[in-house]
């Protein structure tokens, strides 16, 4: 097992974030391995400082040969892809196979698998044939699944935050407990989008890292990662982010211009000018063409920002109002032409999500004096505020299936590829549908929230392990050149092991 020479550790804690058994503590400021150490070697690459040595216990192992990691697994304890365990000198897969419970043709060729990957152990070496290999009947078809957890090297997570608020620049690190784990990337509507993992990240010295934040997310654990010149944000699937300690409600309606048009008929109500902050397209009512197809002419405000077309300016992102760099209602308003404004005229300023809510009456001497809203103006910005939907963090896991999937499927990978491309092979994981991206190669994507608590685990090569299921009809496995000689029915498999259904 591990040691650690107490007089070159410093207790920096990174054996102890990143251990993947948890077996490393901190006592008295020094680390300690625990008896449940399976000697995968991480925390000996992960010091920086030498502190740790590989030494003999003395202590019956069973070495693992199912991934490249090569664990020692003591009596009673996990593997450190918390999957295989030790009991009485032999390994186990240390949990239920996961069925569907009533598999049924969904659509014309979408065959549902008749057990999932979660549960049923990896293909090692690549070579050998998936663990489980099952025929059954399915509405009358003579169905095949073949299905194993597959450690995934080319994997990582496109993380959608449904937030005005800003959190950093595109291209920005994420970091995670002060490593890398991906990057800020291109703004999709009302969202910000995080892309953590990949090879490239997951080959780096945050790699484990990178591995062990998917993992979390994907087990609905909440996960702070820090933004390389921007802010905090706590993820977690399905639950609003939490920016810099706020944990946000609403996500926008529109862009500026789109809210505008939305709820022209409103606006042309309770003032004589609106503007709609937003970090990308600020609205201005009158000048807009919603503003004018309901009877507005140009006010003479000219919003903060820099004009695209009619009615459109392009804002900046930041930390105050809507997202932008504005950081007070009036800072909104950069300037008004007296030779067009009037006397008395009415400025709104508010953002896509009607949160900022400030009224502005022109005073004869041209100055901006703010007003109290009335009820109708009130009740305007509560219906945009309303039409927003809440703020929520999902997320899509994106993965290539390389060699040791397809092999353990078939004998001839690019005739299983071609099948797949073809609409012959359905792939799932964890019983999810997946949505496979065009081109070369067999490229996944799966919606993170489908997946079953648990389905996601890391080795520390470090890669995910996910579960994944090929389901086509038996004369489809005959003809791609299946390992025909390895399928078993569905009934024995179902006898031998334990089962935990789900719908």
């Not at 010295?205 to 010149?229: F, H, M, Q, W, Y």
């Not at 404004?341 to 900022?356: C, N």
Request: aromatic share 4%; charged share 25%.
């Amino acid at each position: 097992m591990m040691e650690v020479n107490s007089a070159a550790c410093t207790g920096c804690k990174i054996c102890v974030q990143e251990c993947p058994t948890g077996a490393i503590t901190i006592d008295g400021g020094v680390a300690v391995v625990g008896e449940g150490c399976s000697e995968c070697g991480l925390c000996l690459k992960l010091c920086n400082h030498g502190a740790i040595v590989r030494r003999e216990d003395g202590r019956p192992r069973v070495k693992c040969g199912l991934c490249p990691v090569e664990c020692n697994i003591a009596e009673g304890y996990w593997g450190a892809c918390r999957r295989y365990r030790n009991l009485g000198g032999k390994l186990f897969r240390d949990a239920p196979l996961v069925v569907p419970a009533n598999p049924q043709v969904e659509l014309e060729r979408e065959l549902p698998p008749l057990i999932t990957g979660i549960g049923a152990g990896t293909t090692a070496p690549c070579f050998a044939p998936a663990p489980y290999i099952v025929e059954g009947e399915v509405d009358g078809i003579d169905v095949v699944t073949v299905v194993s957890e597959v450690p995934l090297s080319y994997s990582g997570v496109k993380i959608k935050i449904d937030t005005n608020q800003y959190i950093g620049e595109e291209g920005a690190r994420v970091r995670r407990d002060g490593r890398t784990v991906g990057l800020v990337t291109t703004e999709e509507y009302g969202a910000k989008m995080l892309s953590l993992g990949g090879v490239n990240v997951l080959h780096s010295k945050s790699g484990s890292t990178a591995a062990r934040t998917i993992v979390d997310l994907a087990n609905r654990r909440p996960v702070e990662v820090a933004i390389e010149k921007g802010a905090k944000v706590v993820l977690q699937l399905g639950q609003p982010p939490i920016v810099d300690g706020r944990r946000d409600e609403r996500m926008r309606v529109g862009c500026g211009s789109a809210t505008a048009a939305m709820f022209a008929p409103y606006f042309r109500e309770i003032a004589d000018e609106v503007i709609i902050l937003d970090p990308e397209i600020t609205g201005l009512f009158s000048e807009h063409q919603a503003g004018r197809a309901v009877g507005m002419t140009w006010s003479g405000v000219v919003p903060v920002g820099r004009k695209s077309t009619i009615g459109r300016y392009f804002g900046e992102a930041g930390l105050g109002l809507g997202g932008t760099k504005v950081a007070s209602a009036r800072e909104a308003i950069a300037s008004v032409d007296l030779t067009v404004a009037k006397p008395g005229m009415r400025v709104l300023v508010t953002d896509t999500t009607g949160s900022a809510r400030a009224m502005f009456r022109l005073l004869p001497n041209g100055e901006l004096e703010e007003i109290e809203l009335d009820p109708k103006a009130t009740a305007v910005l509560d219906m945009i505020r309303d039409n927003c939907e809440p703020a929520r963090v999902s997320a899509m896991y994106v993965a290539g299936l390389g060699g040791s999937s397809r092999a353990g499927v078939v004998r001839y990978p690019i005739k299983l590829t071609d099948a797949v491309h073809r609409g012959l092979v359905r792939i799932t994981m964890g019983g999810a549908p997946v949505w496979l991206l065009p081109g070369g190669g067999i490229t996944v994507v799966v919606d993170m929230e489908l997946l079953p608590p648990g389905a996601l685990t890391w080795v520390p090569t470090p890669a995910t392990v996910a579960p994944v299921e090929y389901t086509m009809p038996r004369e489809v496995y005959e003809a791609v050149e299946g390992h025909l000689t390895h399928i078993r029915r569905l009934e024995e498999v179902l006898r031998e092991r334990e089962v935990r259904f789900i719908p």
